[in-house]
């Protein structure tokens, strides 16, 4: 039986991760589903790194999982607790001491999504239905919270805090219908950063949301 720490993106809501925290204890295992501050403007990565370390602190076997932005504070957290394995799901990859602002300019990730907008045919305009919705069952968005946080300022402007990679497994997932983090963008960013294959997983950003079986599956395989 493992231990999922499952941290977020922007904003910071535990409930993203609901579905597949459900399937994992199903499966007999223990499942922290963090929810941090997104929108407070006096905390950042350093508190978001330090309310997760005292979420897993004494968990035996640790998994940690994050998904998007939720990177920023999962890699310090396994560089703080004695966590099994990493995992990864279509994260913004941090460099150490780098800001989540400095994150799309160092990656190119802006020039990466109007890419893959013009290449697939749909608008490089961003909106939430286009780049974040457009595979979650309109069932499941029913029953979640009626608006999204936003992230304060203030988690895109700290440094990152951590001094190197840690020195344990690392498993990276990319939605292979992610129009926010295209499939090649992320392939190409774990290779650069961690030289590492992506590996591909259904549904898009939201993958959590839109295909919970899958990655769930994804995270029970990465053991």
């Given at each position: 039986?493992?231990?999922?720490?499952?941290?977020?993106?922007?904003?910071?809501?535990?409930?993203?991760?609901?579905?597949?925290?459900?399937?994992?204890?199903?499966?007999g295992?223990d499942?922290?589903?963090l929810?941090?501050?997104?929108?407070?403007?006096?905390?950042?990565?350093?508190?978001?790194?330090?309310?997760?370390?005292a979420?897993?602190?004494?968990?035996?076997d640790?998994?940690?999982?994050?998904?998007?932005?939720?990177?920023?504070?999962?890699?310090?957290?396994?560089?703080?607790?004695?966590?099994?394995?990493?995992?990864?799901?279509?994260?913004?990859?941090?460099?150490p001491?780098?800001?989540?602002?400095?994150?799309?300019?160092?990656?190119?990730?802006?020039?990466?999504?109007?890419?893959?907008?013009?290449?697939?045919?749909?608008?490089?305009?961003?909106?939430?239905?286009?780049?974040f919705?457009?595979?979650?069952?309109?069932?499941?968005?029913?029953?979640?919270?009626?608006?999204q946080?936003?992230?304060?300022?203030?988690?895109?402007?700290?440094?990152?805090?951590?001094?190197?990679?840690?020195?344990?497994p690392?498993?990276?997932?990319?939605?292979?219908?992610?129009?926010?983090?295209?499939?090649?963008?992320?392939q190409?960013?774990?290779?650069?950063?961690l030289?590492?294959?992506a590996?591909?997983?259904?549904?898009?950003?939201?993958?959590?949301?839109?295909?919970?079986?899958?990655?769930?599956?994804?995270?029970?395989?990465?053991e």
């Amino acid at each position: 039986m493992s231990t999922f720490l499952l941290i977020p993106g922007a904003g910071g809501m535990a409930w993203y991760w609901h579905l597949v925290g459900q399937r994992l204890r199903e499966a007999g295992d223990d499942v922290i589903a963090l929810d941090l501050p997104g929108q407070d403007p006096q905390a950042g990565l350093a508190a978001y790194v330090d309310l997760a370390v005292a979420a897993a602190t004494g968990c035996e076997d640790l998994v940690v999982a994050a998904q998007s932005m939720g990177a920023f504070t999962a890699v310090p957290v396994c560089e703080r607790l004695s966590a099994r394995r990493l995992v990864l799901l279509n994260a913004m990859i941090p460099l150490p001491g780098e800001t989540a602002g400095d994150w799309w300019e160092h990656t190119g990730a802006l020039e990466a999504r109007r890419a893959a907008a013009r290449a697939g045919g749909y608008s490089d305009a961003l909106d939430l239905q286009t780049y974040f919705l457009h595979d979650v069952p309109p069932e499941i968005l029913a029953e979640g919270p009626e608006r999204q946080r936003d992230e304060a300022k203030i988690a895109f402007e700290e440094a990152c805090p951590f001094g190197r990679w840690p020195e344990i497994p690392t498993t990276v997932l990319a939605g292979r219908d992610d129009r926010f983090f295209p499939y090649a963008f992320q392939q190409r960013v774990a290779r650069e950063r961690l030289t590492a294959e992506a590996h591909p997983v259904p549904g898009g950003h939201l993958g959590a949301l839109s295909q919970p079986e899958a990655v769930t599956r994804a995270l029970q395989q990465a053991e």
